[in-house]
C-alpha cells in the first residue's frame, strides 16, 4: 500500500477516533501522523527496512507499526474493527461542508442521527437547530451543504480523473493490435470537473481490447461489455466507456467524442457550407463524384473545412472556429512557458516545506524565480505571519538571495487577508518592505455581492497591492463561490493596474477561465500561482495551465512566464 492511501487511513482512524470520544492527543498523534506520511521526502519501504520510521517528526512507536503493517499487507486490523464500531453512514456525513467529528459526534449522541437522508430530515424538521451548539443558521448551511452534494456527486476533479485516466491510456497504447488511443470527452478538452472517462482505440480486433479493459483492477461493475463499445465504473463512482473503431475512422470520432457539443454542431454546419456531412465516422461529400477526404490525424480534418488545427481545450462552441478562420487563434501557453510563481506557502504558515526546501524544488523545475506568500495574521488558523514574524521571514530571504547558494531568486511577499470593510490586514508600512503582495478574501461572512465587490476593490485601489488571489472563493465539487461581481471586480484591477492570479490548486482554478479570454484582451494580467502548501504542490501550475489554455492565454498575458530581469523590473515599477 502507497503512503497516501497509508496517510488516509492514518487520518480517519484519528476522525473516527474524535467522533468516539477518545483522548484528544491520541487523535492529535494520528492526524501528526498523516501529516507526517503526507510530506515524507525519503522512500517509505526503505525506512520501513531501516527501521527509521519511528524516528521521522510526527510519528510515534506505535503508529509506525500499523504503517509497517499496512504497507506490507495492506491491512490493519485494528482500522477495521474500529470502522466498522461506527455506521457508516456518519463518516459520510462529514462530506458535507461545516460538519465536522464534533458535530457528528453530538448528532448521533443526541439525536441518533447516522446516516446523511437522516441529518437531511432532522435538519427539516427543526431537530437540529434545537441542539446545543447548532441553531437554525447551521442547519440552512447543511441543507445547502446536502444539496451541493447531491449536484456534484456526478462530477469529479480534472487531476482525479486524469490520474484514472493515465494508466489506463498507457495500457491500452501497450496492447498488441492497437494503432492508436487516446481519451476523449471533457477530460481531454481539460474542463475543471470531469463526468466520466471516454476512451477511444484504433484496432482491427476489438475482443482482445475489450477483455483487457473489463478486467482493470478497482472495477466495481462492468455496466456494458460488447463488440466494440464497453462500459466500467470503479470504486469511486468514475465511470468509464471504451469504444473501438477502424483505424481509417479514428481521427473523425476522436474530433467528435472529444466534444463539444456547441463545437461539433459548428463543425458540422461549416462542413454543409463546403458541400460536405462531418460524423463520427468520417466526412461525406454530397457531390457523388467527389473524393471522401481522409484523416491521419485531427489537423486533416479542420484542413479539409479550411480551417487550421483548433487544439481541444478551445473546442467549447464560443468562437474558435471564427478565430480560426481568420487565422487568430491564440498562441496557448505551455508549461514549459513558466518561469516560477508567486502564491506559495512555506512552515511559517501552514505550510510544510521550508524556505530552502521551496526553493530546491523550484529549482528542480527548472525555475528562475519562486514568491513566497505566507498568510496574514488574521488567518490565524494557517498560523498567520505576525509583522514581526514576517520581517524575520523577508531578512531571511533577503540572506538566502545574498549567499546565492541557491539558483533561483527568491522574492519575499504575503497573502494578505483583506478585513472585512475593504483595507488590509498589515498597515502600508510593512506592505512597503515586501516585493509583492498577494490580497485575498478568507473570510467570508460579507453579506451580499455588492458589498463583497465593493471590499474586494478597496483592497485592489491600495498602491502596494500586486495581485489578487482567489477571485471567488470557490471549491469545485464542495463550496459555491461567494457572492461577488466578476466583472467590476476585473474592471477595478484593469484600472489600477492589477494582476488576477489563476489559481491552480485542483479545488479552485479560480478566476474561472471563463472569464479571461475577455478580460485579457482588455489588458488584465494574470499569474497562475499553485498555492503551494508543500513542494510537491507547486506542480499544480499543470492544472492552471490547462485553465488557462481554455481561457485563450498567451505567454505574454501571464507575469510569470516573463524571465527573471523582466519581473524584477515588474516590481520595481510597482
Not at 22 to 41: C, D, I, S
Not at 449 to 456: E, G, K, L, V
Not at 556 to 569: D, G, M, Q, S, Y
Request: hydrophobic content about 40%; proline content about 5%; overall charge negative.
Amino acid at each position: 500500500m502507497d503512503k497516501n492511501t497509508i496517510a488516509d487511513i492514518l487520518s480517519e482512524i484519528g476522525t473516527i477516533l474524535e467522533i468516539k470520544g477518545e483522548n484528544p492527543f491520541k487523535v492529535r498523534a494520528y492526524h501528526a501522523g498523516a501529516r507526517a506520511l503526507e510530506t515524507l521526502q525519503g522512500d517509505l519501504g526503505v525506512l520501513i527496512a531501516d527501521n527509521a520510521l519511528k524516528d521521522v517528526p510526527g510519528i510515534g512507536e506505535a503508529i509506525a507499526e500499523k504503517i509497517t503493517t499496512l504497507h506490507q499487507t495492506g491491512k490493519l486490523k485494528f482500522y477495521d474493527t474500529l470502522r466498522d464500531s461506527l455506521p457508516p453512514g456518519l463518516l459520510t456525513m462529514m462530506e458535507i461542508p461545516g460538519v465536522g467529528p464534533k458535530k457528528v459526534k453530538a448528532l448521533w449522541e443526541e439525536l441518533g442521527i447516522d446516516s446523511i437522508p437522516a441529518l437531511q430530515k432532522a435538519c427539516e424538521d427543526g431537530s437540529v437547530a434545537a441542539l446545543k451548539g447548532f441553531g437554525q443558521k447551521t442547519c440552512e448551511k447543511i441543507l445547502i451543504g446536502i444539496r451541493n452534494r447531491e449536484a456534484y456527486s456526478k462530477r469529479h476533479l480534472w487531476p482525479i480523473a486524469a490520474e484514472v485516466a493515465l494508466p489506463i491510456l498507457e495500457g491500452l497504447r501497450a496492447l498488441k493490435g492497437v494503432v492508436h488511443a487516446e481519451s476523449a470527452g471533457s477530460l481531454r478538452r481539460h474542463l475543471e470537473t470531469v463526468g466520466d472517462l471516454d476512451f477511444l482505440v484504433a484496432a482491427a480486433d476489438p475482443a482482445p481490447v475489450m477483455d483487457w479493459f473489463t478486467s482493470l483492477p478497482d472495477i466495481l461493475e462492468v455496466t456494458a461489455k460488447g463488440d466494440t463499445k464497453s462500459s466500467v465504473r470503479f470504486s469511486s463512482g468514475l465511470q468509464a466507456d471504451l469504444r473501438v473503431v477502424p483505424e481509417e475512422q479514428f481521427f473523425f470520432a476522436l474530433h467528435h467524442f472529444t466534444g463539444s457539443k456547441d463545437h461539433n454542431v459548428a463543425m458540422r454546419h461549416r462542413a454543409l457550407q463546403h458541400g460536405l456531412s462531418l460524423s463520427e465516422w468520417g466526412i461525406t461529400p454530397k457531390d457523388a463524384n467527389v473524393t471522401a477526404p481522409k484523416a491521419k490525424s485531427e489537423a486533416d480534418i479542420f484542413a479539409a473545412l479550411g480551417l487550421p488545427y483548433i487544439p481541444p481545450e478551445l473546442r467549447e462552441g464560443l468562437g474558435e472556429i471564427e478565430a480560426a478562420e481568420a487565422n487568430k487563434l491564440p498562441n496557448l501557453v505551455t508549461l514549459a512557458d513558466l518561469r516560477g510563481a508567486f502564491h506559495n506557502h512555506t512552515i511559517a504558515s501552514d505550510g510544510t516545506g521550508t524556505l530552502e526546501e521551496m526553493a530546491k524544488a523550484a529549482e528542480s523545475m527548472g525555475w528562475e524565480y519562486l514568491g513566497i506568500a505566507d498568510h496574514s495574521k488574521s488567518s490565524f488558523q494557517a498560523n498567520g505571519l505576525t509583522e514581526a514574524r514576517l520581517a524575520e521571514q523577508v531578512e531571511s530571504i533577503r540572506k538566502l538571495n545574498a549567499e546565492k547558494r541557491l539558483k533561483i531568486r527568491l522574492f519575499a511577499g504575503s497573502e494578505v487577508d483583506i478585513l472585512k470593510d475593504g483595507t488590509l490586514d498589515f498597515d502600508d508600512s510593512v506592505l512597503a518592505r515586501l516585493d509583492y503582495v498577494v490580497a485575498s478574501v478568507h473570510n467570508r461572512s460579507t453579506p451580499d455581492a455588492d458589498a463583497m465587490t465593493a471590499r474586494i476593490i478597496r483592497a485592489l485601489e491600495n498602491p502596494y497591492v500586486t495581485m489578487l488571489g482567489h477571485l471567488t472563493g470557490r471549491l469545485l465539487l464542495f463550496r459555491e463561490p461567494y457572492p461577488v461581481h466578476a466583472q467590476k471586480v476585473i474592471d477595478a484591477a484593469i484600472a489600477n493596474k492589477k494582476i488576477i492570479e489563476l489559481n491552480a490548486t485542483p479545488l479552485r482554478l479560480d478566476m474561472d477561465w471563463r472569464l479571461w479570454r475577455r478580460a485579457a484582451e482588455r489588458g488584465l494580467l494574470c499569474s497562475i500561482n499553485p498555492d503551494a502548501h508543500a513542494t510537491e504542490q507547486l506542480r499544480y501550475v499543470a492544472n492552471g495551465v490547462a485553465a488557462a489554455r481554455k481561457g485563450w492565454l498567451e505567454p505574454r498575458h501571464i507575469l510569470n512566464c516573463r524571465t527573471l530581469a523582466e519581473v524584477l523590473k515588474y516590481f520595481g515599477k510597482k
